[in-house]
């Protein structure tokens, strides 16, 4: 076999001291990382997080492209290493292996309208790309964010929807399914709701998801009955990544590799893949 | 290309003085019928077969070992990295890359095909520097196959019966309890001119000698050429054979284990018992068969469904691995994943039968 050269370190992480770690909500905690060296991401790609001696899990890149080793990720605590990530303090060090996955292209938005659709800690991912997007506004065209989660407690990023909500590109609406008898300044109901009411100009639109399996498919109807085709649909897939380099097999959907070709798809792409969003 | 005709004793008496240098393996009988790729020790027993072998003759039908040699580029549980901690709250981490030299010999024309496609698979994309490092490391000695192993032997229906790439040494049985040896690399070279084995000017003839005696035809064959069994599985999705032959299935993922193009893992990491500051990752097998392969955190499986699951291995086989790397069939035909299943589940089945349903089609 003919030699190559290989990165040794291609399954040890890196260390990145955290700068800030706080909770967004009981569920999320919200973590600013600086890394040794640069990351080089581009939105909706994924870093392997880990702490040594417990574990290590995909987690979406949080923030738009910098190149200053920083990045910002929102875990959910849904297991023993995410469990023992929310006991991490500023000072503390977190593994970080990537980035990882194909991501968005940011020319592929250029001159469009936007319509984002976020379900629950999908709104984590999609934050990579609405910053970069909403930080050109000549560069893209109307933006409109639909962000629904169940309660007012679990809101995630509520002052930077509400800071995007200002600005004059930008359409911001905040869903709950159930007030919960909490305060709440946004609406109430399914993300799908709001998408009947948009103005969409069906030739210049490009629609970007990411939320639960179970929001996918009412979202896709939705969109379609409003005349988009799934050439301008973009998911954002979940799976349960154990490599990032297309080897473990676990994130396997039908013939592709989710961290490899994905995880974000156009929604044409996924047609041919029906274990894709089920 | 070099050649060489020598006993098979000489051949044996060679790979034991290998084996006193670096780690040698050779499959070794493992109670009555079965057979182990293990570590060549002082009273390990050795043997190849005849070139007369009748097919069904025993004890030595060493080719099948229960895990395929490849496996011994990839172990179960290999330490990816150690790792330490100090005071401050600072680590240290250190990837573990395994440089020792070994061989692997006996292994059949399957297997090295099956090895040869995870050379393609660990280089492919961002490269698998455990892996890698391993192979690169590795001399492969092959072993040519006259008779099939056993009555689960498929190798030539998939292609893998005749293959040499990735071996750096290749034997083929021949008359008088001899072997003739070829050098295919230049490592393989470096190692016979050392060996001091006769020289064999015509090893043209041996090999045309070994064609001629080889069993025809060899193993079983689907009921169709290969390229029409890998269209019929790549474009079969919502057929009944998929229930058909999962529903006697455990998902106790045997077929994983034993396949030599399995190579799906899991990564775990441990603190050391005597320092609770220190540990290490590793990795282990996995198998696409066990319930909990697809699970989600939050616990959403996406392949639920037993009859899903297997369909997945079979179409990885013998569908999308093939169109990704453009090698021919990633199952190579050793038989073993339908010889170890309890219940007797055959991919050679499965691919029949789903030949059997498309035909039945209108």
């Keep these: ?278 | 290309m070099r050649g060489f005709l020598a006993t098979r004793t000489a051949v044996l008496d060679w790979l034991r003085t290998l084996a006193l240098q670096e780690d040698v393996f050779f499959p070794q009988p493992m109670g009555e019928n079965s057979f182990s790729f293990d570590k060549v020790r002082k009273h390990s027993t050795l043997a190849f077969e005849d070139f007369d072998a009748a097919p069904a003759e025993k004890p030595f039908r060493a080719s099948a070992c229960v895990q395929p040699p490849g496996k011994k580029l990839s172990p179960n549980d290999e330490q990816i990295f150690r790792f330490s901690k100090d005071e401050n709250g600072q680590y240290q981490l250190t990837p573990t890359l395994d440089a020792r030299k070994r061989t692997l010999a006996g292994v059949r024309p399957c297997d090295l095909k099956a090895i040869h496609l995870m050379d393609r698979v660990n280089r492919d994309g961002i490269p698998d520097a455990h892996y890698l490092s391993r192979r690169q490391n590795t001399t492969i000695i092959a072993h040519d196959c006259l008779q099939p192993c056993d009555e689960h032997c498929f190798c030539e229906a998939t292609g893998s019966l005749r293959w040499r790439q990735g071996a750096d040494i290749f034997l083929t049985p021949q008359p008088e309890a001899k072997l003739s040896i070829e050098a295919l690399t230049e490592r393989g070279e470096r190692l016979l001119d050392a060996a001091g084995f006769p020289p064999c000017d015509d090893i043209e003839k041996h090999r045309a000698l070994a064609e001629e005696k080889r069993a025809k035809p060899f193993g079983r064959h689907f009921d169709a050429p290969l390229q029409q069994v890998i269209d019929t599985v790549g474009s079969s999705w919502a057929s009944p054979v998929w229930d058909k032959h999962a529903e006697r299935c455990f998902a106790c993922g045997t077929c994983n284990l034993v396949c030599p193009t399995c190579y799906c893992f899991d990564l775990k990491d441990d603190f050391s018992i005597d320092d609770p500051h220190s540990g290490q990752r590793t990795r282990s097998w996995d198998g696409c068969l066990l319930e909990e392969f697809a699970v989600v955190a939050g616990g959403h499986n996406f392949r639920p469904q037993l009859a899903a699951r297997q369909r997945h291995r079979i179409k990885r086989k013998l569908a999308w691995l093939p169109a990704r790397f453009g090698d021919g069939s990633f199952c190579v035909g050793c038989g073993r994943c339908g010889h170890q299943c309890t219940v007797h589940i055959d991919i050679f089945d499965i691919a029949n039968d789903l030949l059997a349903a498309t035909e039945a089609e209108p």
């Excluded at chain 1, 919200?30 to 080089?40: S, Y």
Aim: hydrophobic content about 40%.
């Design chain 1, 1 to 278: 076999m003919t030699p190559m050269d290989v990165d040794p370190n291609v399954l040890t992480p890196r260390m990145a001291r955290i700068l800030e770690a706080r909770d967004m909500t009981a569920q999320e905690r919200f973590f600013h990382l600086q890394l040794p060296g640069a990351l080089a991401h581009r939105p909706g790609q994924f870093v392997m997080a880990s702490i040594p001696g417990i574990g290590e899990a995909p987690i979406s890149i949080s923030c738009g492209p910098r190149h200053d080793g920083q990045l910002e990720l929102l875990v959910r605590n849904a297991g023993s290493l995410t469990r023992a990530m929310h006991r991490l303090q500023a000072g503390d060090f977190m593994g970080i292996r990537g980035p990882f996955g194909s991501g968005f292209r940011l020319a592929e938005f250029e001159g469009r309208d936007i319509i984002f659709v976020a379900g629950g800690l999908g709104l984590a991912p999609l934050r990579s790309l609405i910053e970069p997007v909403l930080a050109e506004p000549r560069r893209f065209g109307r933006i409109t964010l639909i962000s629904g989660c169940r309660t007012p407690a679990d809101e995630i990023y509520r002052e930077r929807m509400q800071a995007w909500a200002g600005l004059p590109q930008a359409r911001v609406v905040r869903l709950v399914n159930d007030t919960a008898h909490l305060p709440w300044d946004g609406e109430v109901g399914l993300v799908t709701a709001p998408i009947a009411e948009l103005e969409i100009d069906v030739d210049n639109t490009l629609a970007v998801l990411c939320g639960p399996p179970v929001m996918y498919k009412f979202v896709i109807m939705e969109l379609a009955a409003r005349g988009l085709p799934n050439t301008q649909i973009f998911i954002d897939l979940e799976r349960r990544m154990r490599c990032g380099i297309g080897k473990c097999g676990h994130c396997q959907i039908n013939h592709v590799t989710c961290c490899r070709e994905g995880p974000v798809f156009r929604f044409s792409e996924l047609e041919s893949l029906p274990e894709a969003l089920t």
